[in-house]
């Protein structure tokens, strides 16, 4: 069984309630919730983990490789355009990851222009909405040869 670690970074513990006009009204929870069922159909499992701290985030990326995790699904929200550390901790792990953003963030401030975590990902989706962590699992698994 695949076991996919689901990392969300700053303020997205604000998911709902912060900017529906950019996030959309769904809450962290229920993102977790749609993506827990649907590895489950898939034979997979999720551990889902959220951090406004950096360190937390990076720790988890850590671990993941010793916790008998396969992939990463990753929204780091600010710290994606700012962690060279959370950047290396992925690198240094060597799992596969997918860097997912909610909203476009290329239609957005300049300074979400830039991502310290795509050069290393396996993937990126950016824009999709809250299905982006779908599409990632999708993929995470399909690389993984468990999708069912």
């Keep these: ?33 749609r993506l827990e069922s649907a590895a489950q159909r898939r034979g997979a499992s999720i551990v889902a ?12 990326v850590q671990a993941a490789k010793g916790a008998g995790i396969d992939a990463i699904i990753v929204n780091a929200g600010a710290l994606t355009h700012t962690s060279v550390a959370l950047r290396d901790a992925f690198a240094g792990v060597g799992l596969p990851f997918y860097e997912v953003h909610i909203s476009n963030v290329y239609a957005r401030e300049a300074f979400r222009h830039h991502s310290y975590l795509s050069a290393v990902a396996a993937g990126v989706i950016v824009g999709c909405g809250p299905i982006g962590y779908e599409l990632a699992l999708e993929a995470a698994l399909r690389r993984l040869g468990s999708a069912g």
Excluded at 49 to 60: D, G, V
């Design 1 to 33: 069984m695949a076991r996919i670690l689901v990392l969300n970074g700053p303020n997205l513990n604000l998911l709902g309630t912060r900017e529906p006009s950019v996030y959309g009204s769904d809450t962290l929870a229920t993102i977790i919730g």
């Design 49 to 60: 983990f959220q951090s406004n701290a950096e360190h937390e985030l990076i720790a988890q």
